[in-house]
């Protein structure tokens, strides 16, 4: 049985119909991630016992006729950098190489409450730091439509594993786009929720004002099915807003007539891809053939979100990651004093992208640099935020590329950071406001996927799902794969 | 010859005792065995998220409120970052640049008079672990180990302004402060847990100078007198020092207790920045006027009141209300006493006298007296009953205190009764007597002091148990 091509619903039902039991089904997953995994290399750590185990308890309940969860038996890969109880959480670091955190994310331990099932653990660039993957500690993961190409970062292991087949969807974690990113670049597709929508209880942090954990998946269904099951407030983070949370199921409706959608042009710019912009145009002139009423408009200060993330992004992880010290977990370099055993610790146990950003968050947060730059950030960050709040008041959806390119070579961009950062520069602005973001791939350019990104007003992921999901039902595919060369071809 | 006048200020530390820490649900109970009262939060574990604990804020806002402060209507938490292996996610939360409260003042009694103290600020923070060396001292230790059991456990820092000019009004400010946050109970300020732990910013300048000069900042004062001794060495250290036309330099300096010298901890100048910036993990924390007038009504009676109110009803002098009233256990004890006999100013006699002297010099806190406000007063019923005289009644505490016993017992078991028989005083009186002819010539003579010396030599035969005004009496009488 080919399980590559599983979208949830149809796993479900799979299940439901009695045609395959939980225990075959993550068999036959587990062959096909033994299969392809050697050169996909999406997974740090494939937790096939728990697996197993987890499935055959769900066996045991169909039988008793006990009722399931909605994503019973449905199996899924995590981002490496959300801990899993007593399974190694490592961040794709050397740091956290022997890491078994005592507890389950709170995202987690919904989705196992859901019914779902844990394939593994999945890579990723170092502590969330990167955008193709090639930081993580362990291998680099190869982009499934190319090998030749990253996945994207830093959640390029679950946007891989989806785009391959290996799960069937999976969880990430986005700061500045590392969810969004590589679902365009895999061709699937990637939210991240409005910040404050899903608990960050167990996904280690980055930089917590803009961190938040998010589905990818094949289609935009499955994503309202993820999201259902992990969002809502959690005791354990006060970050996480307690208001109600809609069934995001409901909203997928295709209609968008009168949905007025803005299209900001800085985001239309110059360093954007022409053959990027053409599909995304072609996208937008789907959404217009549908009744939304779409217009240019412009978000003046979010070509300042770069710069700004980069100085409250390094300041927030620089007092983060200074935890990993080797006192109490993770590894730990033997010296003759406390304070070389910091230093030796720290050198040996993170790699060079990560001691960058800590070097320039600790540089940043440096009395001297302080109101320079940081107090300087937050300000220019609540520019950003008014302008988005403006342009919510006319539109109900801004759309843009999710990238300004298609997934990169291998080492293309490893030597040249500057145009590393380019990737995350339509992403970025999103995080910086807090609001909700989603991929969907909308056409190839030259045999590489492309994303169409849709945001919306803090909380109002319905509309986004609604917007995709109407998309998509008249894009022309289902969705695309890479082993049926996208299905899309190259213009829609 | 130049003068000098002092200038400090002080920042103290208080463990709040609220039930579970500031940002998780242990436990804050002292003690127990290391590492048994943690959980993924205070132990800083990658993907642990602090959770403010509401009583925390309630307990800081009580206590600002009995220090004169102002709420802030809104505050933040801020991350002070160091790397410290006590200190398990490298940086501590606290409050820098918006404190949960600000703007008050405490009054203190000095040889002038009232003085008012300004606090700069009080704010909320969570406590380190704790480091146990396996040695004798850190430097000499092979390892040590953290034990995380006071990690996160809450505290609120109070900043007094630099307005104690003397180590004396320091002393006096802490021992204010400590007794408002006893009474309000959100702290149990013990110094020698570590519940209360007071730095103090000290500079000396010439007198009636507008400039202050360098400070320094003392550290490891765990006591009241340590803080006092440590405050007496720096003004002189450094008063020597500008004397001989050395600079004062601003540094951190540490108390030497064996030694009784504080010591260079480190050069400001090396101090690394603590690069404060707001916590993201901590939303701004909102107080609503409501909720400040709700705590409002929780403050009990204060020191300075209770004072003023043992002066008034007890007609209690200005000194000994002022001791009794400093820590909440004696007040308590003393509140004790005066329901069960009604002689306020003879309680107050004893309790500050013996009962302090005995503690202090046992090192016993009021709670754990030996002593109970039941075994005292019937110690003075014994006395005013006549059954055992005021020399005789200083043993019986003595022995109480030693053995916790009640004086009752103690008189029966050591004979101890006074003597009020007036044959047998007769003879003892006569023996004295013969025994000491000169000073009963002596006496006779009109030399008064006589009488004393031969009341003094039967006290002496009756080990004390004479009942003296009988003896005074059958003396003038044989005489
Ligand atoms: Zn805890």
């Known amino acids: ?492 | 010859m130049r003068e000098y006048e002092t200038v400090i200020g002080l920042e103290v530390h208080a463990e709040l005792k609220t039930e579970s820490k500031i940002f998780c649900a242990c436990t804050t109970e002292f003690g127990g065995e290391p590492n048994t009262h943690v959980c993924p939060v205070c132990l800083g574990m990658p993907g642990a998220l602090p959770v403010l604990n509401k009583k925390v804020v309630e307990y800081a806002i009580k206590a600002a409120l009995a220090l004169n402060c102002e709420i802030a209507s809104i505050c933040r938490f801020d991350r002070k970052n160091y790397f410290y292996p006590d200190l398990p996610k490298a940086y501590q939360i606290s409050q820098q640049d918006f404190p949960i409260a600000a703007g008050g003042y405490l009054m203190i009694n000095t040889p002038d008079g009232e003085k008012k103290i300004g606090i700069n600020r009080l704010h909320m923070e969570e406590d380190a672990g704790k480091l146990v060396h396996a040695g004798d001292d850190i430097a000499r230790a092979d390892y040590s180990l953290v034990d995380f059991n006071r990690s996160t456990v809450p505290l609120v820092e109070i900043v007094s302004e630099p307005h104690l000019r003397s180590p004396g009004e320091a002393r006096a400010y802490l021992d204010h402060l400590k007794a408002i946050l006893e009474y309000t109970e959100v702290s149990d300020c013990k110094m020698q847990e570590g519940s209360l732990r007071c730095d103090a910013n000290i500079s000396v300048m010439p007198k009636g100078s507008k400039e202050f000069g360098v400070k320094t900042e003392l550290k490891n004062m765990n006591s009241f007198r340590a803080l006092q001794r440590a405050l007496e060495y720096e003004v002189e250290r450094q008063i020597g020092l500008l004397k001989e036309g050395k600079e004062v330099l601003h540094e951190t300096r540490t108390w030497n207790e064996q030694k009784g010298i504080t010591e260079v901890l480190r050069s400001k100048e090396e101090a690394e920045g603590y690069r404060f910036f707001p916590d993201p993990d901590l939303m701004p924390l909102v107080i609503d006027e409501q909720w400040v007038e709700a705590v409002k009504t929780t403050i009990p009676e204060l020191p300075a009141d209770k004072k003023e109110r043992l002066m008034k009803d007890y007609d209690l002098p200005e000194y000994d209300a002022g001791v009794i009233t400093s820590s909440k256990s004696l007040a308590k004890f003393y509140d004790s006493c005066v329901g069960l006999y009604d002689d306020p100013k003879e309680i107050s006699n004893w309790l500050m006298g013996e009962l302090l002297r005995l503690l202090n010099t046992n090192n016993i806190e009021i709670e754990d007296s030996p002593i109970t406000a039941e075994n005292l007063v019937e110690l003075l019923k014994l006395q005013d009953e006549g059954v055992i005289s005021g020399s005789i009644a200083k043993k019986v505490f003595e022995e109480m205190f030693e053995t916790g016993t009640d004086p009752e017992t103690i008189v029966e078991k050591k004979g101890l009764k006074q003597i009020s028989d007036v044959g047998e005083l007769g003879q003892i009186v006569n023996g004295v007597m013969e025994k000491n002819p000169q000073s009963v010539e002596d006496y006779r003579g009109g030399k008064e002091r006589a009488l004393k010396f031969l009341v003094g030599q039967v006290m002496k035969e009756t080990r004390g148990k004479a009942n003296p005004q009988l003896v005074n009496e059958l003396f003038l009488k044989k005489l």
């Not at chain 1, 980069?310 to 993770?330: H, K, M, N, W």
């Open chain 1, 1 to 492: 049985m080919d399980v590559s091509k599983l979208t949830i619903t149809e796993t479900r039902a799979l299940l439901a119909d009695r045609k395959i039991n939980a225990q075959e089904l993550i068999n036959a997953f587990l062959s096909y991630i033994r299969k392809t995994d050697g050169d996909t290399k999406a997974f740090i750590n494939v937790t096939e016992e728990q697996a197993l185990m987890r499935a055959k308890k769900i066996d045991d309940a169909v039988k008793s006729g006990k009722n399931l969860g909605p994503l019973s038996g449905v199996p899924m890969g995590v981002k490496d950098n959300i801990c899993t109880k007593d399974i190694k959480t490592t961040c794709a670091s050397k740091m956290l190489d022997n890491f078994l955190p005592p507890y389950d994310a709170t995202v987690v331990e919904r989705l196992h409450d859901a019914g779902a099932i844990t394939l593994g653990k999945l890579n990723m660039d170092e502590f969330a730091m990167g955008s193709s993957t090639e930081n993580s500690y362990y291998f680099k993961t190869k982009n499934p439509w190319d090998g030749g190409r990253v996945p994207g970062g830093s959640s390029g292991g679950s946007a891989a594993a989806v785009a391959s087949g290996q799960v069937v969807y999976s969880l990430g974690s986005d700061t500045g786009g590392s969810i969004r990113q590589p679902a365009a670049f895999c061709g699937v597709v990637g939210l991240k929720p409005s910040y404050g929508r899903v608990s960050r209880w167990g996904l280690v942090a980055f930089a917590p004002s803009m961190d938040q954990v998010g589905p990818i998946t094949k289609n935009v269904r499955d994503c309202a099915l993820v999201l259902n099951n992990i969002a809502g407030h959690d005791s354990l983070d006060t970050t996480s807003m307690d208001c109600e949370v809609p069934d995001y199921e409901r909203a997928l409706v295709d209609d968008i007539k009168g949905l007025r959608v803005g299209i900001p042009e800085e985001f239309f710019g110059k360093g954007t891809d022409p053959a990027v912009i053409d599909r995304v145009e072609r996208a937008i002139g789907i959404l217009e053939e549908q009744g939304a009423i779409c217009e240019k408009t412009t978000l003046p200060n979010s070509k300042y979100a770069l710069p700004v993330y980069y100085v409250i992004a390094t300041c927030e992880a620089s007092s983060g990651l200074a935890r990993f010290d080797g006192v109490r977990f993770g590894c730990r370099s033997e010296a003759e004093d406390l304070v070389s055993m910091y230093k030796s610790t720290r050198a040996e146990g993170f790699g060079p992208e990560v001691k960058f950003r800590i070097l320039l968050g600790t540089y940043l947060l440096g009395p001297e640099n302080y109101d320079k730059y940081y107090t300087k950030a937050l300000k220019v960050r609540t520019l950003i935020r008014d302008d988005f709040e403006r342009a919510f008041k006319k539109y109900d959806i801004l759309v843009s590329p999710t990238t300004p390119t298609t997934a990169f070579k291998f080492g293309e961009r490893m030597s040249n950071p500057a145009a590393m950062r380019q990737s995350d520069l339509l992403t970025i602005p999103a995080n910086m406001a807090g609001i909700p973001a989603i991929t969907v791939p909308c056409g190839l350019v030259e045999g590489m996927p492309v994303g169409m990104q849709i945001m919306g007003r803090p909380f109002g992921e319905k509309t986004l799902l609604r917007a995709a999901y109407t998309y998509e039902c008249h894009r022309g595919c289902d969705y695309m794969t890479p082993t049926t060369g996208g299905g899309l071809g190259e213009g829609v």
